[in-house]
């Protein structure tokens, strides 16, 4: 009795991968043609095959791709003067780090000394109505005095209350602080300090300037922030889920590998069709800035498939063939055979090893 092995020619599109079961090495395959070779039980036996079944699974493999290091809004504070002034000092380059309330630079301007003297002059109004307020209620509960006397006094004293505090909330955004000033120690020199402990990263300041509500004056940047903005075609999102890992190279020190894990797939696709993922470092790489190029190999898993043995594919002359059992007899590398009738395979059995014969024999007609 003959046992029927069916060929097919097939054109492979390889992919390093892994195997959902076993961590192994797959590959993608797009069946083209098919043929059919038969040998005798001896023949089988003499050429020691061996058989695999065909099975569905899931494909895991590594996508290899580029991105930048990058910062979220979160991790970069942009320092502006609220007021305008004239910057009396700084001393601060690119490059140096510094820490939350940390002095930046000082700026002047008279504008300052009036607002403090606003406020000290709304802050002895206020005093002066409350204690007349406290009076006229005392006159209003023995009727000495009309009920609108009382409430002209409450009005006025209602008002630069208001007034008072949006003086103090001003103070406060020069770094003024309002409960410590006395006519004393006002100052026409107010300072710029540092919201977020960082690095400066962009110093657009000198001496002497002149700047207003609406200038960037420093952009502070925190390093325990950064993550790798890693680019994605429109294709291939779908394949990628937050909570994946991977590993990423700076393109400065390729010899150090960091890991990676997916914290957000971008939902917009920009111009070029292509997307990003924001990776979270386990562990921060130093001495790095927004705009360093790297590159990441993040670990993928694909749709279900049709999967078969690499070993079962063999090469011969630029085509690769694989050998399915139609007869008889019947035991992990894996490809996966992208097929619009691959499934119909399942069940069936696959030459696995030292299929060469095979294809031997059918290369050869005089066999």
Request: with cysteine.
């Amino acid at each position: 009795m003959k046992n029927s092995y069916s060929i097919i020619v097939s054109t492979l599109f390889l992919l390093s991968c892994s195997s959902d079961p076993k961590n192994e090495t797959q590959k993608e395959a797009v069946v083209e043609a098919t043929n059919h070779v038969r040998l005798t039980n001896e023949q089988a036996t003499l050429a020691q095959l061996v058989i695999a079944p065909i099975e569905l699974g899931r494909m895991k493999g590594t996508a290899h791709l580029n991105g930048v290091i990058d910062v979220p809004p979160t991790g970069i504070a942009s320092v502006s003067m609220p007021l305008g002034g004239y910057v009396q000092d700084i001393n601060l380059i690119p490059g140096n780090f510094v820490k939350k309330g940390a002095v930046l630079a000082t700026v002047k301007d008279p504008a300052f000394i009036q607002l403090q003297e606003n406020y000290l002059a709304s802050k002895a109004k206020l005093n002066y109505l409350q204690q007349d307020l406290d009076r006229q209620k005392l006159l209003l509960n023995q009727e000495a005095v009309s009920k609108k006397s009382y409430q002209l006094i409450q009005a006025d004293y209602n008002a630069i209350n208001i007034q008072l505090r949006a003086l103090t909330e001003q103070l406060k955004l020069i770094n003024i602080q309002p409960e410590n000033l006395t006519p004393e120690n006002m100052t026409s020199l107010v300072r710029l300090t540092a919201p977020i402990t960082g690095f400066i990263t962009k110093v657009n300041i000198n001496r002497g300037k002149y700047v207003t509500p609406s200038d960037v004056l420093l952009e502070i940047m925190d390093p325990n922030d950064i993550h790798a903005a890693i680019t994605i075609y429109e294709k291939d999102i779908a394949n990628f889920k937050v909570g994946m890992k991977g590993t990423v190279t700076l393109t400065q020190d390729p010899s150090k590998n960091y890991t990676v894990t997916i914290l957000a797939v971008s939902q917009n696709i920009n111009e070029d069709k292509t997307g990003l993922l924001h990776c979270h470092f386990e562990h921060s790489p130093k001495n790095v800035l927004p705009g360093m190029f790297l590159t990441a190999d993040i670990v993928v898993e694909t749709n279900e498939a049709v999967l078969i043995p690499a070993e079962a594919v063999q090469r011969f002359q630029g085509k690769d063939y694989i050998f399915i059992q139609q007869e008889n007899q019947s035991n992990k590398d894996f490809v996966s055979v992208k097929n619009t009738d691959a499934k119909s395979w399942i069940g069936k059995s696959l030459v696995v090893k030292n299929a060469f014969s095979l294809l031997g024999k059918m290369m050869n007609k005089s066999e």
